[in-house]
């Protein structure tokens, strides 16, 4: 079926076949009126209300690490990680309980609510211009003043009481529902934010809490190490005694110890700023965090689901308030370019009048007013016209916010899964590094003990099992906070 155009596009039209029936019949007479019909033509197509056009913006039909994929594995899934509780992320009772204290206490959170509670307040003052208010009054005046006889002033009195709607805007064009519509989007836009707020809020203490349990582990084999090269020290230390070994051992043994006792103070000192920082965000003193789990006791999902891209459209909340802030934005054009429309308001009163207080609810004393008026803008200075510029400015500023938040978004989701796929493999890597240094490690022991190698052979084994075994935790983290952040790009939550 064929759409029908506007009536605002369709008035003109119809005009035109009016015209050439009635115009060489009665043309005199019909002259006055046909000079406003344009204009009425006009001012009905003003009021048409603008439709919002989302702006065109290319989304992948599948993400590049997915589409690059080959069988089966190229299929992309449906599911994604977003659409998932975030208590089924990572399997921590302890962070769990800690996100859940967050979701209660945490400043960053409680100010998004109240921000939205402060654009609904808005949104409640910009709807009531639309309603008509209701006024109770009463006045009572007594006043000696000229009379009738102007050679002598009289004692009169004045009284009114009864109920007045003040100066009421009727919104024949839409302009107040306009604005109203704008304030309304706000209302869904600090909603969406408090949205990201959230979600942000559960990937901020999930990176928190696994940096400090890197940092344990970290601290741990550091511990453990220097408990080794303790006794590696009192070794040397007995060798040196026999002269089997030199003083240079020594002093190397006792750098190696004083480079772990060093390490170990670092991290004793990381650790306790990421539990400030996590009290902070749990809306707590700077204090310590009780903690029992194990870094290597969260083991990471086998593979991640991005799900569609267009679905992040809708998923992610700074795209949604992006998008009704842009909206609001459109709203608000419309609004300033109706300005320019005539306005029409009502001023009514209904209730009791006399000139004698006593006689004021006496039989015959009810009284009302009635007052409609009607102004139209006709000079300005510009006014008007600027703040259609302004307005339209505006929504141009919102439509290259829009299309950066989602370009943005698509990154962070690209770089989460590229993240994920590359430090698994490293984390593999690093672990047969680890493997092959503490054989490696085991082997100079014996050479030296056997007297076939020096004690350099022993130091470098050690310090290469050391730094893997850190950096086999640090991946292990990294793999863990990538899970996090694709939750975090994919809106999850």
Known sequence: MRRMPPLGHRLPVHLAALLGALVPAR??????????????????????????????????????????????????????????????????????ALIEEALVANADLRIAIERIELARAQYGI???????????????????????DPRENRVGENAVVGLSMPAWEIDLWGQLAARS?????????????????????VAQLSSLYLELLDLDAQHEITRRTL????????????????????????????????????ALADQ?????????????????????????ARLDELPPPARLDAGLPSALLQRRPDIRAAEESLRAAGAS????????????????LVGFASTELGQLFDSGRYAWSLQPSIGLPLFDGGRLQAGVEVAEAQQRIL??????????????????????????????????????NRERLRVSNARYLAGI??????????????????????????????????YRALGGG
Not at 27 to 39: E, G, K, R, V
Not at 65 to 83: F, K, M
Not at 245 to 258: K, P, T
Request: charged share 25%.
């Open 181 to 201: 519509e704008a304030a309304r989007r706000e209302v869904l836009a600090s909603a969406a934010l408090a949205d990201g707020v959230r979600t942000s809020l």
């Open 227 to 262: 408990d080794g090269r303790r006794k590696a020290l009192r070794l040397t230390r007995a060798r040196f005694d026999e002269g089997v070994s030199s003083i240079l051992d020594v002093r190397q043994a006792e750098s190696l110890l004083a480079g772990s006792e060093q």
């Open 126 to 148: 910009e709807r009531a211009a639309l309603f008509p208010g209701v006024n109770a009054s009463a006045a009572a005046t007594r006043e000696r003043m000229p009379g009738f």
């Open 333 to 348: 054009v419309d609004a300033a370019r109706k300005a320019f429309l005539p306005r029409i308001t009502l001023t009514t």
């Open 453 to 486: 190698s020096s004690y350099f052979e022993v130091i470098d084994a050690e310090r290469q099992l050391f730094d893997s075994e850190l950096g086999l935790a640090q991946v292990t983290r990294g793999v863990q906070q990538a899970v996090v952040q694709l």
């Open 268 to 292: 004793a000192r990381r650790i306790a700023q990421t539990e400030n920082a996590l009290a902070t965000v749990l809306g707590r003193n700077p204090g310590r965090i009780a903690r029992s």
């Open 27 to 96: 043309l005199p007479a019909l002259l006055p009126a046909l000079a406003l019909l344009p204009a009425l033509a006009l001012l009905l197509a003003a009021c048409q209300p603008v439709a919002f056009v989302r702006p065109d913006m290319p989304v992948p039909e599948r993400w590049p690490r997915q589409a690059a994929q080959e069988g089966a594995e190229a299929e992309q899934g449906t599911t994604s990680l977003g659409a998932l509780p975030w208590k089924e992320i990572l399997p921590a009772p302890e962070l769990h």
């Open 399 to 436: 439509v290259e916010q829009y299309k950066a938040t989602i370009r943005q978004a698509f990154r962070e989701v690209s770089d989460a899964l590229v993240a994920f796929e590359r430090l698994t493999e490293q984390r593999e890597a690093t672990r047969r590094v680890v493997q092959a």
